[in-house]
Structures are given as structure tokens and as C-alpha cells.
């Protein structure tokens, strides 16, 4: 017997810890079965953040998306500002939607063989998202209204000063 076709019953769903963790920091959210979807509040933007458990993979997927719509003809610089961007990210990565011209962050949780989330990896898995979006969100800004290669958008944001003037 293959250890793949053990059955593990799963006794929760993991995103009734994520419905609490919601209510307990006060966000507006709306759930269904196996998805939450939800408004967090950030310094550039507010984000919509959608945690899905996907039964067949075991996985709880979130879907970070904030209000900024690529136009048809920054498209192209866009995808090698995604490029750039998650070739610098350890977890996680920028997708670019085309059909509507969003950009969403997406990263999943591999919970395989009947494990459940804990708070800090449920926490780690929100916080990677907004801070990756809140990081990025210029970038994007650049690109789409400053007309600015993919270069020069990622050298602007991530230019850091050091000390105090």
C-alpha cells in the first residue's frame, strides 16, 4: 500500500480558523464552505484578500488583489516588472490577470496528509501577502501611470535611506 492512498479525514476546515482570525481583528469578510474573502486596510491601498481550501490538493491558496488595473499598452512592461519582482521573493508570486488587467499576489499552504494550519503559519501566510503588495504596489503605480520601465519602477521602491537627516 502507497502511502498516497491513505485516507486522512480532515476534522476541520482550515478556513474556520482564518473566519476567526478575521472576526478578531475586526475585517469585513463574507464566507462561504471553503473560502473567505476579505478587505484589509494597507498605506497604498486597500486589499482583497481570498483564502480558499482546495480539498484535492490539500491546500489553502490565498489570492492578494489590490485596485490597480494594468492598461493594454503597459502590459508587456508589467509582466517583466512581475518577472523582476518575484525573482527577488522567496515565498509566494505577482500574477497578472489579462482578462481584466489585475495584478493579485498568490501563495498556498501545502497541508497534505491531514494537517492543520496554526496561527503563526496562518499569520505568516497573510503577512508575506500584504507586506509583498504594500512593498510592490508602486512599482506597479510607475508602470501603469508614470509610464517608467520595469527597471526604473523596482530601483524607485526599493531605494532605502539610511539614517537621519
Known amino acids: 500500500m502507497s502511502l498516497m ?3 486522512i479525514e480532515r476534522d476541520t476546515n482550515p478556513v474556520d480558523l482564518i473566519e476567526q482570525v478575521a ?3 475586526d475585517w469585513q469578510f463574507e464566507r462561504t464552505n471553503n473560502e473567505i474573502s476579505m478587505s484589509v486596510g494597507g498605506v497604498w491601498s ?3 484578500v481570498s483564502l480558499s481550501w482546495m480539498e484535492d490538493f490539500e491546500a489553502l491558496h490565498l489570492a492578494c488583489a489590490f485596485d490597480l488595473k494594468i492598461t493594454e499598452n503597459r502590459i508587456n512592461e508589467a509582466v517583466q516588472l512581475i ?3 518575484n525573482e527577488q521573493l522567496l515565498i509566494g508570486h505577482f500574477d497578472l490577470w489579462r482578462e481584466d488587467g489585475s495584478v493579485m499576489f498568490r501563495h498556498s499552504l501545502l497541508l497534505n496528509g491531514g ?3 496554526n496561527a503563526e503559519q496562518l499569520e505568516c501566510l497573510m503577512t508575506s501577502a500584504l507586506e509583498a503588495c504594500e512593498r510592490y504596489y508602486q512599482a506597479f503605480q510607475f508602470v501603469v ?3 517608467k520601465s520595469s527597471k526604473e519602477a523596482l530601483d ?3 531605494f532605502e535611506t ?3 537627516a
Open 5 to 7: 492512498e491513505l485516507d
Open 23 to 25: 472576526s478578531i481583528n
Open 46 to 48: 486597500d486589499y482583497d
Open 83 to 85: 518577472a523582476r519582482i
Open 115 to 117: 494537517a492543520d494550519p
Open 145 to 147: 501611470w508614470a509610464g
Open 156 to 158: 524607485a521602491v526599493l
Open 162 to 164: 539610511h539614517g537621519n
